[in-house]
C-alpha cells in the first residue's frame, strides 16, 4: 500500500502492424477508493445485518428467473478480509453474529442499525467505524454460453446481485455512507451445481468488490508502446522488456532529439509511458502532448493511440490527486516513527 510506483507484472509482444511495431505491456496500478475516509478512522469493524439466506432446492433447478437472500457471513468475512489484506486500516474486527431482527410491524427487507447499536457496537469491538452488510439481492437466470475451448454453447446460470452497505459513526442517529455494488456472475451448469455454491461464490465476489470501493487497490492495465522501426527503437524495446527502463528511455530520447516526422512522435509516445511508470505524471502529459503536435505527420492508428493514451493520462493525474490524499495517513505515521 504504500508503493506509489507502477510494478511490471509482465511484458507480451504483440504484432498489430505488418512491421510488428506495437509492443503491449501489463501493469499494476493502485487505484483510490471511491470513499475517502477522515484519518481519525484506524480501526473498523464489519457487522452482519443481512436478512438470513434463502435457498429453494439443494441444487440448481432451471425454472427461469429466480430472487433471493445471499449469504450474508460469508460476504462480512470476505469483506473483512479484504479489507485486512489491504493495511489500509490499523485494525479490521469482524462480528459474524447475525445482528438482523425481523420484525412482524416492519416489512421492509433492511433494517437499519439503531444508534444505540451502533454506540454498543464501537465500544465491544473497540471501533472507530461500523461496517454493516445489510443485503445481498440476488436474481438468477438461464443463459447460454459459448464456451471457446470445446466450441460449443453450453447452458448457464447468471446470478445478478446487489449488495448494500451501511457506514457508521458513533454519535450519529444514521449512517454516514451508503454503499452499493452491482455485478454478476455467470456459472456453467453440471449435474451437482448447488445452489448454495452460487450464493456463496457470489457471496464472496460481493465482499471483495466492496473492499474495492472502501480502500485502495490495485488494478491491472494495459498499455501499448512502439516496438521495432528503427535499430535505437528496436535496442530501446528490447531494454524495455527487460526492466531496464533508464536505458530504454535513453535510447527513445536519443531518437526524439535526433529524428522528425512520425518516428520523432513515436518516441515521444513512448517517453511518456516511461514517465508514467516512474510516477511523474506531469512529465508524461507533457510528453503525450509532443507527441500529438506532431499528429499531422501520423496515420490514424497512431492518432488513435496518442488520443486514448492522453486521455488516460489525464484521468490517472486526477485520481493520483485523490491517491495521495488517502494515503497521507501512512505519512502520517512515518514521520511519527522516526
Same mark, same amino acid.
Given at each position: 500500500?504504500?508503493?506509489? @510506483?507502477?510494478?511490471?507484472?509482465?511484458?507480451?509482444?504483440?504484432?498489430?502492424?505488418?512491421?510488428?511495431?506495437? =509492443?503491449?505491456?501489463?501493469?499494476?496500478?493502485? @487505484?483510490?477508493?471511491?470513499?475517502?475516509?477522515?484519518?481519525?478512522?484506524?480501526?473498523?469493524?464489519?457487522?452482519?445485518?443481512?436478512?438470513?439466506?434463502?435457498?429453494?432446492?439443494?441444487?440448481?433447478?432451471?425454472?427461469? $428467473?429466480?430472487?433471493?437472500?445471499?449469504?450474508?457471513?460469508?460476504?462480512?468475512?470476505?469483506?473483512?478480509?479484504?479489507?485486512?489484506? =489491504?493495511?489500509?486500516?490499523?485494525?479490521?474486527?469482524?462480528?459474524?453474529?447475525?445482528?438482523?431482527?425481523?420484525?412482524?410491524?416492519?416489512? @421492509?427487507?433492511?433494517?437499519?442499525?439503531?444508534?444505540?447499536?451502533?454506540?454498543?457496537?464501537?465500544?465491544?469491538?473497540?471501533?472507530?467505524?461500523?461496517?454493516?452488510?445489510?443485503?445481498?439481492?440476488?436474481?438468477?437466470?438461464?443463459?447460454?454460453?459459448?464456451?471457446?475451448?470445446?466450441?460449443?454453447?453450453?447452458?448457464?446460470?447468471?446470478?445478478?446481485?446487489?449488495?448494500?452497505?451501511?457506514?457508521?459513526?458513533?454519535?450519529?442517529?444514521?449512517?454516514?455512507?451508503?454503499?452499493?455494488?452491482?455485478?454478476?456472475?455467470?456459472?456453467?451448469?453440471?449435474?451437482?451445481? $448447488?445452489?448454495?455454491?452460487?450464493?456463496?461464490?457470489?457471496?464472496?465476489?460481493?465482499?471483495?468488490?466492496? %473492499?474495492?470501493?472502501?480502500?485502495?487497490?490495485?488494478?491491472?492495465? @494495459?498499455?501499448?508502446?512502439?516496438?521495432? =522501426?528503427?535499430?535505437?527503437?528496436?535496442?530501446?524495446?528490447?531494454?524495455?522488456?527487460?526492466?531496464?527502463?533508464?536505458?530504454?528511455?535513453?535510447?527513445?530520447?536519443?531518437?526524439?532529439?535526433?529524428?522528425?516526422?512520425?518516428?520523432?512522435?513515436?518516441?515521444?509516445?513512448?517517453?511518456?509511458? #516511461?514517465?508514467?511508470?516512474?510516477?511523474?505524471?506531469?512529465?508524461?502529459?507533457?510528453?503525450?502532448?509532443?507527441?500529438? %503536435?506532431?499528429?499531422?505527420?501520423?496515420?490514424?492508428?497512431?492518432?488513435?493511440?496518442?488520443? #486514448?493514451?492522453?486521455?488516460?493520462?489525464?484521468?490517472?493525474?486526477?485520481?493520483?490527486?485523490?491517491?495521495?490524499?488517502?494515503?497521507?495517513?501512512?505519512?502520517?505515521?512515518?514521520?511519527?516513527?522516526?
Amino acid at each position: 500500500m504504500r508503493r506509489l @510506483q507502477f510494478l511490471i507484472a509482465a511484458v507480451v509482444a504483440i504484432m498489430l502492424t505488418s512491421c510488428g511495431s506495437i =509492443g503491449l505491456i501489463q501493469i499494476d496500478q493502485l @487505484q483510490p477508493a471511491k470513499i475517502a475516509f477522515p484519518e481519525q478512522v484506524r480501526n473498523v469493524a464489519v457487522v452482519n445485518n443481512v436478512p438470513p439466506a434463502e435457498y429453494d432446492s439443494a441444487y440448481y433447478v432451471r425454472s427461469g $428467473k429466480r430472487e433471493y437472500e445471499g449469504n450474508g457471513s460469508v460476504l462480512t468475512q470476505d469483506l473483512a478480509t479484504a479489507l485486512a489484506e =489491504g493495511k489500509y486500516f490499523d485494525k479490521v474486527v469482524i462480528c459474524d453474529s447475525l445482528l438482523y431482527q425481523n420484525s412482524l410491524e416492519d416489512s @421492509q427487507t433492511y433494517h437499519p442499525l439503531h444508534q444505540e447499536q451502533v454506540e454498543q457496537l464501537v465500544n465491544d469491538l473497540d471501533a472507530d467505524m461500523i461496517i454493516s452488510a445489510d443485503r445481498l439481492y440476488i436474481k438468477n437466470k438461464d443463459v447460454q454460453v459459448y464456451d471457446d475451448l470445446f466450441d460449443s454453447i453450453e447452458s448457464a446460470a447468471e446470478a445478478k446481485y446487489v449488495s448494500l452497505v451501511h457506514l457508521y459513526i458513533p454519535g450519529r442517529e444514521k449512517p454516514f455512507m451508503t454503499l452499493t455494488e452491482k455485478d454478476s456472475l455467470t456459472f456453467v451448469l453440471y449435474g451437482s451445481l $448447488k445452489d448454495r455454491e452460487i450464493a456463496d461464490e457470489v457471496a464472496k465476489h460481493a465482499g471483495y468488490k466492496l %473492499s474495492d470501493a472502501l480502500i485502495p487497490y490495485w488494478l491491472n492495465i @494495459q498499455r501499448t508502446y512502439y516496438d521495432g =522501426g528503427i535499430s535505437d527503437m528496436r535496442d530501446a524495446g528490447v531494454a524495455f522488456r527487460e526492466n531496464n527502463l533508464d536505458e530504454a528511455y535513453r535510447l527513445w530520447n536519443k531518437v526524439y532529439t535526433s529524428k522528425k516526422g512520425k518516428i520523432k512522435a513515436r518516441a515521444a509516445f513512448n517517453i511518456a509511458l #516511461y514517465y508514467e511508470m516512474k510516477d511523474d505524471l506531469e512529465k508524461a502529459v507533457e510528453f503525450i502532448g509532443k507527441a500529438e %503536435s506532431l499528429v499531422k505527420e501520423l496515420n490514424d492508428n497512431d492518432r488513435n493511440m496518442i488520443h #486514448y493514451y492522453k486521455v488516460a493520462l489525464l484521468s490517472r493525474q486526477k485520481d493520483i490527486v485523490q491517491l495521495n490524499i488517502q494515503m497521507r495517513r501512512f505519512n502520517k505515521q512515518n514521520d511519527t516513527s522516526n
